[in-house]
Nanobody, 115 residues
């Protein structure tokens, strides 16, 4: 059974940094991308950052230049380095794996940025 376990969320002041980690347990066939989504209260879930198996990355405009996604395939881990955090980055952040047959989601980790 596949599990995606996020960690690294918390409370930080505006301008601060956090690093989210997503550890994958179990095997997933035909992964083609992995990344992070977020959902703020009263808003739809939105893409934050995605990294393809080939290494290409995609970022939401709102986080470009501030967030960096990376991965270590040997450790089955995906990270999201978040710098220069803003109050509008406050949300639950979800780890995401996209495979040929289905998508996989973590349980989410709360990030709160105070002004």
């Amino acid at each position: 059974q596949v599990q995606l376990v996020e960690s690294g969320g918390g409370l930080v002041q505006a301008g601060g940094s956090l690093r989210l980690s997503c550890a994958r347990g179990g095997s997933i066939a035909a992964i083609n991308a992995m990344g992070w989504y977020r959902q703020a209260p009263g808003k739809q879930r939105e893409l934050v950052a995605l990294i393809a198996v080939g290494g290409g990355t995609n970022y939401a405009d709102s986080v470009k230049g501030r967030f960096t996604i990376s991965r270590n395939d040997a450790k089955n881990t995906v990270w999201l380095q978040m710098n220069s955090l803003k109050p509008e980055d406050t949300a639950v952040y979800y780890c995401y794996f996209r495979a040929l047959l289905r998508d996989y989601w973590g349980q989410g980790t709360q990030v709160t940025v105070s002004s």
